[in-house]
Nanobody, 127 residues
C-alpha cells in the first residue's frame, strides 16, 4: 500500500511555472506507474500525465503536451510535474496517483485505472 502526499501548488499569474511534487511512502513505489490528474472547479477529475515504473514511457493529455513534464525518482520515492506556461484553464486541484498497471496501459487515462491517491494540491492561475 502506498501513501501519497502532494505539494507545490499555489497562486500564479498566467505564463508562470510551478513544480508539483508527490512524495510516496510505503512499499513498492518503483513497481507502480504514477500519474497526475486534476479536477477543475465544477468539473470531473481528468487525466493530466502518467509515467511508467521505469520512467521510460510518459503520456500527456493533449492540452498540456509541450508545457508539462512528468518525471520520477525511484530512489527518492518521488514523482514531479513541471508545469510551464500556465494558463487560466489549468486552474484545478491536482492529484498524484499510483497505478498497478506499471507499463503503458489504456487504463492510465481514467481515474479508475489508479489504485492510490493523494489528497491534492490546489493550483490557481490568474489571467
Amino acid at each position: 500500500q502506498l501513501q501519497l502526499v502532494e505539494s507545490g501548488g499555489g497562486l500564479v499569474q498566467a505564463g508562470a511555472s510551478l513544480r508539483l511534487s508527490c512524495a510516496a511512502s510505503g512499499r513498492g513505489f518503483s513497481t507502480y506507474a504514477m500519474g497526475w490528474f486534476r479536477q477543475p472547479p465544477g468539473k470531473e477529475r481528468e487525466f493530466v500525465a502518467a509515467i511508467s515504473w521505469s520512467g521510460d514511457v510518459t503520456r500527456y493529455e493533449y492540452s498540456v503536451k509541450g508545457r508539462f513534464t512528468i518525471s520520477r525518482d525511484n530512489a527518492k520515492n518521488a514523482v514531479n510535474l513541471q508545469m510551464n506556461s500556465l494558463k487560466y484553464e489549468d486552474t484545478a486541484l491536482y492529484y498524484c496517483a499510483a497505478s498497478r498497471e506499471a507499463e503503458e496501459s489504456s487504463s492510465w487515462y481514467s481515474f479508475v485505472g489508479f489504485d492510490y491517491w493523494g489528497q491534492g494540491t490546489q493550483v490557481t492561475v490568474s489571467s
